[in-house]
C-alpha cells in the first residue's frame, strides 16, 4: 500500500526555533505539497515541488521554505517559529495526470 | 485564480439517511478535476471521489454519487444509507487539468455529523 509518513504527529516548539517537518513518500512520486490546515480556512497551500531541487511557492509562503534534495522527501522548514504558525501541517504526494493526492496523516504543531 | 466554496460549515444527518453536501468553484479553464476528500477524527486525508470535467456522467463509489453541473460550476457529493463511520470533515477540491504541475485548490469544509 502506498504511504506518505510524516516524521511527527505533535511537536511543540518554542517562538525563535528553527523547526523541520519532515515527509517522506515510498511511491516514487514527482510531485510534492505541503498543506496548512486551520479550522474554518481548510488547506492552504505553503510550497510544493514537481522535482528534486525544484520548488513552488504557494499561497502563503511567507515565514517558510523547503528543501528536497532527494526524490522521495520534501521538508518544510520554519526559519524562526512564530505563535501564528501553531497549526496542522499536512504533506501530500502525487504522480502525474488526474490522479488525487496521498495525504500523511498531518503534525500538529504548536509554538509556544 | 480559482477558488472553491462549500457554503455549509456543518451538516447532520441520521443514521442510514441520505445527505448532499454542496460545493461550487470558479474557474475560466475548461479542463479540470474535482475531488471530495474526507478527513475524519483520525486526521487522515481519504479520496472519495473524482470527476474529470470532460465527463458528462456523474461518477459513483458505492454509497458516494456527486452531482456535476459543469454550467453552474457546481460539484454536490451525496452520501446514501449515511453510516457513524461517515462522520468526518468533508473537503472539495480542484485541480486544473493539462499538466502534471498543478495544485488542488480546496474550499473550507463541510463538518458531517451522523446521529444514531
Known amino acids: 500500500d502506498v504511504k506518505v509518513t510524516q516524521s511527527s504527529r505533535y511537536l511543540v516548539k518554542r517562538t525563535g526555533e528553527k523547526v523541520f517537518l519532515e515527509c517522506v513518500q515510498d511511491?516514487?512520486?514527482?510531485?510534492m505539497f505541503w498543506y496548512r490546515q486551520d479550522p474554518g480556512l481548510g488547506l492552504r497551500l505553503i510550497y510544493f515541488?514537481?522535482?528534486?531541487?525544484?520548488?513552488e511557492k504557494g499561497d502563503i509562503p511567507e515565514g517558510y521554505s523547503v528543501s528536497r534534495e532527494k526524490k522521495e522527501r520534501f521538508s518544510l522548514i520554519l526559519e524562526s517559529a512564530s505563535t501564528n504558525q501553531t497549526s496542522m501541517y499536512l504533506c501530500?504526494?502525487?504522480?502525474?495526470?488526474?490522479?488525487?493526492?496521498?495525504f500523511g496523516s498531518g503534525t500538529r504543531l504548536t509554538v509556544v | 485564480a480559482q477558488t472553491v466554496t462549500q457554503s455549509q460549515p456543518e451538516m447532520s444527518v441520521q443514521e442510514a439517511e441520505t445527505v448532499t453536501l454542496s460545493c461550487t468553484y470558479d474557474t475560466s479553464e475548461s479542463d479540470y478535476y474535482l475531488f471530495w476528500y474526507k478527513q475524519p477524527p483520525s486526521r487522515q486525508m481519504i479520496l472519495v471521489i473524482r470527476q474529470e470535467a470532460y465527463k458528462q456522467q456523474n461518477a459513483t463509489e458505492n454509497r458516494f454519487s456527486v452531482n456535476f453541473q459543469k454550467a453552474a460550476k457546481s460539484f454536490s457529493l451525496k452520501i446514501s444509507d449515511s453510516q457513524l463511520g461517515d462522520a468526518a470533515m468533508y473537503f472539495c477540491a480542484y485541480r486544473k487539468g493539462g499538466g502534471s504541475n498543478y495544485k488542488l485548490t480546496f474550499g473550507k469544509g463541510t463538518l458531517l455529523t451522523v446521529n444514531p
Open positions: 501530500a504526494s502525487r504522480t502525474g495526470g488526474g490522479s488525487g493526492y496521498t
Open positions: 511511491m516514487d512520486h514527482e510531485n
Open positions: 515541488s514537481y522535482d528534486v531541487k525544484m520548488k
